[in-house]
């Protein structure tokens, strides 16, 4: 039987290139759609001035973020402070550029986290199959249900504060959507003619699924590391401002914004910058895995 | 007599990442009335998209659509879509490869078939559906008024193509296209099917342009072939001239790939593989693949000229015999 | 001694229906896809396994490879009953069988090289050692006809011939003697199907090899085999040398299935304009009649034909039908 032709109504006879394959002219191309999306490359441009601010935070900013008194509490932004100081006379510029820091660490951290944990529990789930993956993806329902700054919250509690605890609560929260996702795409994978010669070839369970199944489920579980990055900076900045953080007086974009409340009528700055710096972190993130997402799905979904 | 059918140098274009590309380049044949003519080639050589240029159904952009097709007198690609959609279904009809995919399945049976005829004939729903009852009838359904109360999934595929089938001929079309009709069938269903196809053609008059990569279909369904390899018509003939004195090498070597019911050894294959649209070779699009390639073969690109009685092939070596 | 020998081998699918039928009593209803299948296979031999779909011929395959458990039935490879080992231990089997699947589009692991996956078996089963490796595959990859150069490629960057030879060499690696075709050549076009089944023949020639060629189309089985089954709804209806199954098919359902096949005619007459073309549709392979599955279809049918199954007995020498036209007496 003839092969149909393909989707974009192109005869399919000549190969066609697929995503994540390497090959200089592939990852031309790639990087070609991905281009041509213009919110992605805000967003990677946002991502990469993250990056450098949280690397080079101490050759970038201009003052010590923890030394109060370096200008007048409270005062807008000026030539010497261009971004104010807050009500302990800190610089603000200083302080959101090593805040970057903390959201960065925090943000690839805890999706690291939960990427590890997660697609080991989807993958495991998927192949096999049966009550294991029954268990599995019960317990992961049940991590679904709660709201992930619910669960953070409860998990301070227990653990404590600090960067490290927060990165852990976090992941935590974050496990249930890439195992969902990894199963999704591990039992399409599973049915494939590949898999069943490595079987029948004889190759074990475990290098099946590291060898062959793993491979071709990582380009959705990259996109949902991406979009989910943005999440946990989220998470870690509710988390600071309700005071479950890191704390004081690390320069953390969260609790800047809470310092800031009492002062919102006289200096909103104090509260409304570290606001925008998150923002346009966030956004910048969304755009950038909705990028990636379209750059690489067309090409997945052969 | 008139054509009921008649392309002109078809030209289908696709504007893709590495600039435009032909898929069809310059397609021409004409079709008379009750005549069915096959469309063959392998897999990449345009023949389905050929078909679907004709009844417009290639989305524009990113394609294009160039060149000339007269239906009963009118160029069917400047017309508008509200003039399009009114003939088809009425009288151009097309049927696929995948009756399944063609019958919504919500609907039942026998309301899609009235559906279809209410668009373009005048009756009432109960004249309707009457006639749909004697439609599935005549394509072979048996219990056809019970039956036409089914939904698709109720039948089998050979019987949902049937159905398709009975739509589209409900109208009376002059022409039925049918693009791979029976490549998802099994060979004993696919007599049925096709058998059914001849009987309808030579009961209403009915022009089909059957397009397959199945050569054996064709000489059995079809009087005359249009062989089409890499965007172009590369051979056409009579059916009994064409299988028994190809004129085209590719033809030939088609011809001889296949493992006939009366055969041993080994079976004559043809090297490499049909160019995609970016690699077209300079010259005759076959000379690469070809045993008999000249050295003229690969600079100059030959047109279609007469080979026999009613044959035409698009090659240097031929007419020079 | 034959290489393969299938016993009575039976597959039943259980149909997942309502969780009633799990508690009431009474007998759960199944998809009897492969009813009892019993053939023989030579060293060296290709027997040709032809029915249309549903018929249980892909399931056969399977099943002579254990990639599915049998419901009933023994296979004895090579002198040994594969049915009776436990999951776990059919490493050593896996070498002296292998598959060949289908569509070249999905049988190679899109992430992996051409030479890793033809490397994989060959590591599994210890065959080489690591230096030993990429001369093994290089040779692989010339015995099907590819050029040392494929193996850095990825699977996206060859053609479906190119796909389906990387398959062959991939089961060729680990050294089988027998090799299942799943319909091996079907999703290839008509120029390049050629290829690869002079490549199948070339190969079986070379390495003394034996297939068990599964396929839907009489042309291919007919180049290919030696010897032809033909399957129906479960069971098979007829078993003979090629050259005397196309001489004279014993079976109607062979022989329908003879008349049908669209072969380049003469122009003049049309096989589909003949009244002979076999009518009506398969039964349920759930619900199957009590007699012969062939007879609501046969135009040969009389009464016996409805009350009892006809076993497949021999009706000339290595001529074997399932049809009570030919029970003597």
């Not at chain 1, 399409?188 to 590949?194: C, G, S």
């Not at chain 2, 009921?4 to 590495?18: A, G, K, P, S």
């Not at chain 3, 189309?217 to 007919?222: A, H, K, P, T, Y």
């Not at chain 3, 003049?268 to 007879?295: M, N």
Request: charged share 20%; net charge positive.
């Amino acid at each position: 039987m003839a092969r149909p032709l393909d989707v974009e109504a192109l005869p399919a006879q000549a190969p066609r290139a697929t995503a994540a394959t390497p090959g200089a002219s592939t990852a031309r191309r790639w990087w070609r759609r991905f281009a041509r999306n213009r919110g992605a490359v805000f967003g990677l441009a946002v991502f990469l001035a993250i990056i450098l601010m949280a690397v080079f935070a101490g050759l970038l900013a201009p003052y010590d973020p923890l030394i109060q008194g370096v200008g007048p509490a409270n005062a807008a932004p000026t030539w010497t402070h261009w971004a104010g100081t807050d009500s302990f006379g800190r610089d603000m510029l200083s302080r959101i550029i090593y805040g970057a820091r903390i959201a960065l660490v925090v943000g690839l951290g805890a999706v690291l986290l939960a990427m590890v944990v997660g697609v080991a529990l989807g993958l495991v789930a998927g192949y096999y199959g049966g009550w294991v993956d029954v268990v599995i993806m019960r317990v992961m329902d049940g991590l679904f249900a709660f709201p992930i700054i619910i669960l953070a919250i409860a998990m301070m509690a227990v653990m404590g504060f600090g960067v490290k605890n927060v990165i852990i609560a976090v992941g935590v929260g974050f496990v249930a959507p890439f195992a969902r996702v990894t199963r999704a795409d591990v039992l399409a994978v599973k049915e494939e003619p590949y898999i069943e010669a490595a079987r029948l070839a004889g190759v074990p369970g475990p290098a099946i699924i590291a060898r062959h199944v793993l491979p071709n489920v990582l380009a959705p579980i990259i996109v949902q590391a991406a979009l989910r990055v943005s999440g946990a900076i989220i998470t870690e900045s509710g988390l600071s401002f309700l005071g479950l953080g890191p704390p004081p007086p690390t320069p953390v974009w969260g609790s800047m914004i809470a310092e800031g409340r009492n002062f919102i009528v006289m200096a909103p700055h104090i509260s409304t910058i570290p606001g925008i710096a998150l923002m346009v972190t966030v956004v910048g993130l969304n755009l950038l895995g909705d990028g990636l997402r379209d750059a690489l799905d067309p090409r997945l979904r052969r | 007599m008139d054509p009921v059918l008649e392309v002109r140098d078809l030209v289908v274009e696709f504007t893709t990442e590495d600039g435009p590309l032909r898929a069809v380049d310059g397609v021409s044949f004409s079709i008379g009335r009750g005549e069915i003519v096959g469309l063959v080639g392998e897999s990449g050589a345009g023949k389905t998209l050929t078909s679907e240029a004709l009844l417009g159904l290639i989305r524009c952009p990113p394609g294009r659509v160039s060149g000339e097709v007269r239906f009963r007198g009118r160029n069917l690609l400047a017309l508008e879509e509200p003039a399009l959609a009114r003939i088809r279904g009425k009288e151009i009809a097309m049927i696929f490869q995948n009756p399944g995919a063609s019958l919504n399945p919500v609907f039942r049976v026998g309301d899609q078939l009235v559906e279809a005829m209410a668009l373009h004939l005048g009756d009432g729903r109960g004249a309707l559906r009457r006639r749909a009852a004697e439609i599935l009838t005549r394509v072979g359904i048996p219990s056809a008024a019970t039956r036409a109360r089914d939904y698709p999934h109720q039948f089998s595929g050979g019987m949902a193509q049937r159905v398709m089938i009975g739509m589209g001929v409900a109208c009376a079309p002059g022409l039925l296209i049918a693009d791979e009709p029976t490549t998802a069938l099994d060979v004993t269903i696919q007599a049925q099917v096709l058998s059914l196809i001849r009987r309808l053609a030579r009961e209403m008059g009915m022009a089909v342009l059957l397009v397959s990569h199945d050569l054996g279909i064709v000489s059995q369904m079809c009087h005359r072939v249009i062989v089409m390899y890499a965007g172009r018509i590369v051979e056409e003939a009579a059916i009994a001239t064409v299988f028994r004195a190809p004129a085209h090498p590719y033809t030939r070597a088609l011809i001889a790939c296949l493992p006939g019911l009366d055969d041993g050894g080994r079976l004559g294959a043809i090297r490499g593989v049909m160019p995609g649209l970016k690699a077209v070779p300079r010259g005759c699009r076959f000379h690469p693949r070809c045993n008999l390639a000249e050295p003229r073969c690969a600079v100059e690109e030959p047109v279609l000229r007469p080979a026999g009685a009613d044959q035409i092939a698009a090659c240097h070596l031929v007419g020079t015999e | 001694m034959p290489l393969l020998a299938v016993e009575d081998l039976v597959k039943h699918f259980p149909l997942r229906e309502g969780l009633l039928t799990h508690v009431l009593p009474g007998r759960r209803r199944v998809v009897r896809a492969v009813d009892g299948v019993s053939f023989t296979i030579e060293p060296g031999e290709t027997l040709g396994l032809v029915g249309e779909s549903g018929c249980g011929k892909t399931t056969t395959g399977r099943l002579v490879l254990r990639a599915i458990e049998p419901t009933r039935g023994r296979i004895v490879f090579d002198g040994e009953d594969i049915t009776a080992r436990p999951p776990g231990q059919l490493l050593p089997f896996r070498r002296k069988a292998q598959i060949v699947f289908q569509d070249p589009y999905t049988s190679l692991n899109p992430r992996m090289t051409i030479g890793r996956i033809v490397a994989e078996p060959i590591r599994v089963h210890r065959l080489a050692t690591r230096r030993e490796l990429p001369d093994r595959v290089r040779a692989m990859l010339d015995m099907v006809g590819l050029q040392p150069e494929h193996a850095g490629r990825y699977p996206h960057e060859l053609s479906g011939g190119q796909r389906q030879r990387v398959g062959i060499a991939r089961a060729l690696a680990v050294g089988p003697r027998l090799i299942v075709g799943d319909e091996a050549v079907s999703a290839l076009d008509v120029s390049v199907r050629a290829q690869i089944l002079n490549l199948f023949v070339e190969l079986r020639e070379r390495l003394g090899l034996a297939y068990l060629f599964v396929s839907h189309d009489l042309g291919v089985i007919r180049f290919v085999s030696h010897r032809v089954a033909v399957m129906y709804l479960g069971t098979l209806v007829e078993v003979a040398p090629t050259a005397a199954l196309f001489k004279q098919p014993l079976h109607p359902y062979t022989q329908a299935l003879m008349a049908a096949i669209p072969t380049i005619g003469d122009g003049r007459t049309s096989i589909f304009d003949q009244p002979r073309l076999l009518e009506g549709e398969l039964p349920s392979p759930i619900d199957l009649p009590r007699g012969c599955r062939f007879a609501s279809r046969c135009p040969h049918r009389f009464a016996r034909c409805d009350d009892a199954e006809p076993p497949l007995r021999e009706a000339a020498p290595g001529h074997a039908v399932a049809c009570h036209l030919y029970e003597g007496g």
